[in-house]
């Protein structure tokens, strides 16, 4: 392993923080087909996957964080960015959650009974297995 040298994270924030244009440009030529390539490194996730679970890695990467980073990273990082997502994704949310809307919409529902009463499950029931069914179509 190389030595670390003085200054690094300052040469890495003024390099890395002025190459949008780069950052741009990358993501329209890449090299190979996004959508392509993630298909087929499928079984090379599933694996990574497995390995982290088997090596506890999840919970390793927690702990070595914990909750005081994660606070202050949410706080100073997340904050800014959370109304700039959900402005961003605003049709996208809507066109994913439309056909759920429907499925709820056109869900014929058991009659309804008083409060407490065990039988109110069976709409909760309905509404599950529609969803689920819904969800598991698309």
Known sequence: MGRVRPGG???????ASGSEEAYIVGIQNPRRDWAKATAESEDNWKKGIQDAITSKRFSKGVNKAGSEKQKRRAVE?????????VNLGKSAYESGIAPYLTVIENTTLPPRYPKGDPRNIDRVKKITEA???KKLSL
């Not at 994270?9 to 390099?15: A, E, H, I, T, Y």
């Not at 990082?77 to 997502?85: E, W």
């Open 9 to 15: 994270g300052d040469r890495w924030q003024s390099r």
């Open 77 to 85: 990082v997340g904050a800014t960015r959370f109304s700039q997502g």
């Open 131 to 133: 969803l689920r069914a």
